[in-house]
């Protein structure tokens, strides 16, 4: 699928007809358990975008779950995708590839349930150790680096305060010391930022967002081009065991089919809806990466294909003497 655009990978991936009985859309298969060909030989194709071995018990590899994941993975333009039952247990699988004692270093402004799973559970009760800090200066982020840092952890832009981080820069500079830079792009989706191409080694999404789109399926991914980050996320995904239902998998799936024409309207939306707030009364400051006002305006237009459809705003408080008051 490498030469089509993602309108037409996101209409036809996942859905290759031999997975799928030959029928033109996935089946939400239920099964918990597949039939043996014969003790031990399991049935079904080789999907090296699933489990890699054929199917035997659904929580290591599902059909409904293999055809989210392949077209996921082509949307990506990556090797390979990996579901889960939603973004932040992505986010603890991606986690799980660390040993104790391993070191992270992280943006200082990544969506709250992130944070306070790093400080609160995988800091204390898995021993990683966590940095977090502005990833805009390199001097800063070089001397935070130790002998056990493993990884780069970041969020572009930022939920929620749409913050943009140079993808390029923090990704030469992780590879010049063997450190794995994994992204969370939930906030632009594949349709507009693939940070794979951008030399990342690991994309994380809340497929809970824009790629279902229709605020019915909580869900997960993570998206890898390296075969042993895959390895070690299928082993992740099964023994941990955080799978997505088979129907979830068919409703995601069915989501992303539509995620451009979606992402188009929603971001013709906030464009119009954040250059009226520019000039509202009660509206202190106006975050949108597609207003000229962006601080990392040209940033954020070299490493994606639109500004997205969230928007962050300030609003102005008036304190009001007489009744002592607050008024939003
Ligand atoms: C919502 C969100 C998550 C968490 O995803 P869930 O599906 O709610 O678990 C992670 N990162 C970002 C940027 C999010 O917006």
């Given at each position: 699928m490498s030469g089509l655009k993602i309108e037409t990978i996101v209409v036809h991936s996942g859905s290759e007809p031999e997975f799928n009985g030959w029928s033109v859309v996935p089946s939400i298969?239920?099964?918990?358990t597949f039939v043996q060909e014969y003790p031990g030989v399991k049935p079904g194709r080789d999907d090296p975008n699933s489990y890699?071995?054929?199917?035997?018990?659904s929580r290591q590899a599902n059909p409904t779950r293999g055809a989210f994941e392949r077209a996921l993975a082509a949307t990506e333009r990556a090797n390979f995708c990996c579901a889960f039952s939603s973004g932040l247990a992505a986010t603890q699988a991606v986690i799980q590839l660390l040993n104790a004692g391993d070191h992270v270093i992280a943006?200082?402004?990544?969506y709250g349930g992130t944070t306070s799973f790093f400080r609160n559970?995988?800091?204390?009760?898995?021993?990683i150790r966590f940095s977090f800090m502005d990833l805009d200066d390199l001097q800063q982020l070089e001397r935070t680096v130790t002998k056990d840092t493993k990884m780069i952890w970041l969020e572009?832009?930022?939920?929620?305060?749409l913050k943009t981080t140079d993808i390029r820069k923090i990704t030469e500079f992780a590879k010049r010391r063997g450190l794995l830079v994994a992204v969370d792009s939930t906030f632009m989706s594949p349709y507009l930022q693939r940070p794979l191409e951008l030399g990342a080694d690991i994309v994380i999404h809340?497929?809970?967002?824009?790629?279902?789109?229709?605020?019915d399926v909580l869900m997960g991914a993570v998206v890898v081009d390296s075969a042993e980050l895959n390895s070690n996320l299928r082993n992740v995904q099964n023994l941990c065991g955080a799978v997505p239902s088979p129907f979830d998998c068919y409703l995601a799936l069915r989501g992303l089919r539509t995620l451009p024409l979606r992402m188009n309207a929603a971001m013709n939306n906030a464009q119009k809806i954040a250059e009226a707030l520019q000039g509202?009364?009660?509206?202190e400051k106006v975050i949108y990466?597609?207003?000229?006002?962006?601080?990392?305006f040209e940033v954020a237009n070299s490493q994606t294909d639109g500004p997205g459809a969230m928007i962050a705003i300030y609003i102005k408080v008036l304190l009001c003497a007489m009744c002592s008051a607050v008024y939003f």
């Open positions: 298969n239920l099964a918990t890699g071995n054929g199917f035997f018990y943006l200082d402004d990544l559970i995988a800091g204390p009760k898995s021993d572009s832009p930022t939920n929620p305060l809340s497929v809970t967002k824009f790629i279902s789109g229709h605020s509202h009364a009660m509206v990466p597609g207003l000229p006002s962006y601080p990392m």
